[in-house]
Nanobody, 121 residues
Framework: QVQLVESGGGLVQAGGSLRLSCAPSGRTFSNYNMGWFRQAPGKEREFVGVISYSGLSTLYADSVKGRFTISRDNAKNTVYLQMSSLKPEDTAVYYC??????????????WGQGTQVTVSS
């Protein structure tokens, strides 16, 4: 009943930055934990991080810790993934996901369509 829409992906050189956004179509998600996952072709979907509904708690995968930051602005009904010091291995389709916690995709009950991030060397 709610569609999550990611935006902000694109092509960036290694070492650069991108900010992804996730916003719902249809209703707000201020009471929703919101996660980010990524998936490269031929690979399993990989946890990136998650933020609590309040924005007070975050959890990150070791692979992105210190480089990526999740934030949310419930007044704007938007969740962000700020990505810095990007590496070619960060290349993937990035998905936002609602309603879960932790690294397992099965914990989340709503998914966006994804946005492509490509990091060139």
């Amino acid at each position: 009943q709610v569609q999550l829409v990611e935006s902000g992906g694109g092509l960036v050189q290694a070492g650069g930055s991108l900010r992804l956004s996730c916003a719902p179509s249809g209703r707000t998600f201020s009471n929703y934990n919101m996660g980010w996952f990524r998936q490269a072709p031929g690979k399993e979907r990989e946890f990136v991080g998650v933020i609590s509904y309040s924005g007070l708690s975050t959890l990150y995968a070791d692979s992105v810790k210190g480089r990526f930051t999740i934030s949310r602005d419930n007044a704007k009904n938007t969740v962000y993934l700020q990505m810095s010091s990007l590496k070619p291995e960060d290349t993937a389709v990035y998905y936002c996901a609602g309603g879960g916690w932790g690294s397992l995709p099965r914990n989340y009950d709503n998914w966006g369509q994804g946005t492509q991030v490509t990091v060139s060397s």
